[in-house]
């Protein structure tokens, strides 16, 4: 059997202890088949209905909340959500890096098919204007991800103000001022290496602390109709859930145990995906569990201590198989390399090189080409990772649009490598100045949307209801 249509190991297939969702096996794929799956789809069960309307009506019998749903009346088109007949939970190995929950909803054609109540699809452009009005007013400083997205962005920002420092003088000579090329040059492209080098390794740490278990992420209450007096009506308005089993919402430590029961400022939420409250951690009793507690406890059980690095079996046996974590291998080991040459620009390192071309070029220039080749490996296959099969693009998915940009700067980088050599040529000179210049404006794009994607953690797809035709 191919690896990427199944998972090799249980132990990681997503919500593999919650009975409360189905996984979709013609849905999990991948775009190699040596590799592991990198998406896959969950429906939900009965189950997961039966749990939340026993737990918001404890005194009910199932058969009663089964009758009621057939006397409650239908939602109205005044309800507060977007209808819809059926939910799917997206599982992506990317989003479950990131801490992220897709959900894919599909819309009811009428009231009465009408299931949920969801949010409305998250790339309208009202959706999109508020994800970046959140970019500018919350900064969630404990979350990897977060903290990634905002690196590299530096970064990138440094190496915008370094490409004006070494190819406005070569457009513009008038705004040159002394040593602006060799000093200013020089100093800010070992501080955009740099922190292109600690933005690495805070990728390399969130590829290693993924969830395990997988999280749903999403909370359900039973709708209610408001007016004078608020009633129920049939159907289930799905919010998003505060709290959830991804490091991510971890706000009391960064490098310490996942929290396993609420926190102060989200007492009320349920802190497992399917909104299970885990106040009590232990694995329920077999005759007073509801089918949704196993993944609380399961996840509780399986969200390890933060690790630095993962063990040699879990190396082996899974992390290489991962192509988000080789991307992520891809993108330290170019970003290691490309260091070398960021230290070489200090103007007095670069200075003594500078009187022997084979050591200019061995120790500046030939890093550069081997670490911006590391980058295009990584922007590749961060590409590849949100693709269905590796010849499909996905211009839709956020993640493919990161890889895209930030392959466009690596290009740009390695360019600027490989004119090195002939820098003493004023037209090789100004081509490798240009490169980096379009070249870290490519890495600002894709580290911007990496900024709005840490944020987003919430994605909605909406699809329409497939329409079968009359037989004869």
Not at 273 to 287: C, K, M, V, Y
Not at 391 to 415: E, H, R, S
Request: glycine share 8%; proline share 6%.
């Amino acid at each position: 059997m191919q690896r990427n249509t199944t998972f090799y190991l249980p132990a990681r297939e997503p919500l593999r202890s919650d009975p409360s969702f189905a996984l979709d096996k013609d849905h999990v794929r991948g775009p190699f088949s040596f590799l592991n799956p990198t998406c896959a789809r969950l429906d939900p069960t009965h189950s997961l209905l039966d749990h939340y309307a026993m737990e918001q009506s404890p005194g009910k019998s199932p058969q009663a909340h089964e009758e009621e749903e057939h006397t409650r009346p239908e939602p109205s088109q005044e309800m507060d959500g977007v209808a819809a007949t059926s939910i799917q939970f997206e599982w992506r190995s990317r989003d479950n890096r990131k801490g992220r929950h897709k959900l894919v909803v599909t819309l009811a054609d009428s009231a009465s098919t009408t299931q949920y109540l969801t949010p409305p699809s998250s790339s309208t452009p009202r959706a999109i204007l508020h994800g970046i009005w959140r970019m500018a007013t919350w900064y969630p400083v404990w979350n990897v991800s977060y903290l990634v997205a905002i690196t590299f962005t530096l970064g990138s920002v440094i190496w915008v103000l370094n490409a004006f420092f070494v190819w406005l003088p070569l457009v513009q000579p008038s705004t040159q001022f002394t040593n602006e090329i060799t000093v200013a040059g020089g100093w800010t492209a070992f501080v955009g290496a740099t922190v292109f080098e600690v933005g690495s390794v805070l990728l390399m740490l969130e590829a290693v602390n993924e969830n395990q278990a997988g999280c749903f992420g999403w909370a359900l209450e039973r709708a209610l109709e408001s007016g004078d007096e608020e009633k129920e009506i049939g159907g289930w308005k799905i919010r998003p859930n505060k709290g959830c089993a991804h490091h991510h919402t971890n706000k009391g430590n960064f490098v310490g145990k996942r929290e396993t029961g609420p926190t102060n400022d989200v007492k009320s939420e349920k802190r497992m995906g399917t909104g299970i409250d885990e106040s009590d951690s232990g694995r329920p009793d077999n005759d007073t569990a509801s089918p949704s507690s196993y993944t609380a406890s399961s996840s509780t059980e399986s969200a390890k201590s933060w690790q630095w690095f993962p063990s040699w079996h879990d190396l082996t046996t899974h992390y290489i198989f991962e192509l988000g974590f080789l991307a992520c291998c891809a993108q330290m080991f170019g970003a290691s390399v490309f260091w070398i040459s960021g230290f070489t620009a200090i103007p007095q390192i670069n200075a003594i090189l500078a009187t022997n071309q084979a050591d200019l070029n061995g120790a500046y220039w030939v890093p550069q080409i081997v670490g911006g080749t590391g980058f295009i490996v990584s922007g590749v296959l961060f590409m590849l990772e949100t693709q269905p099969k590796w010849y499909i693009p996905v211009p839709k998915v956020l993640g493919w649009q990161i890889g895209l940009w930030n392959l466009i700067g690596a290009f740009g980088f390695t360019l600027c490598g490989a004119l090195g050599p002939a820098y003493g040529n004023s037209g090789a000179q100004f081509e490798a100045s240009l490169a980096t210049f379009w070249g870290s404006w490519a890495f600002l794009m894709g580290s911007l949307v990496q900024w709005y994607e840490s944020l987003h953690t919430h994605p909605v797809e909406e699809r329409r209801a497939e329409k079968k035709e009359a037989a004869g």
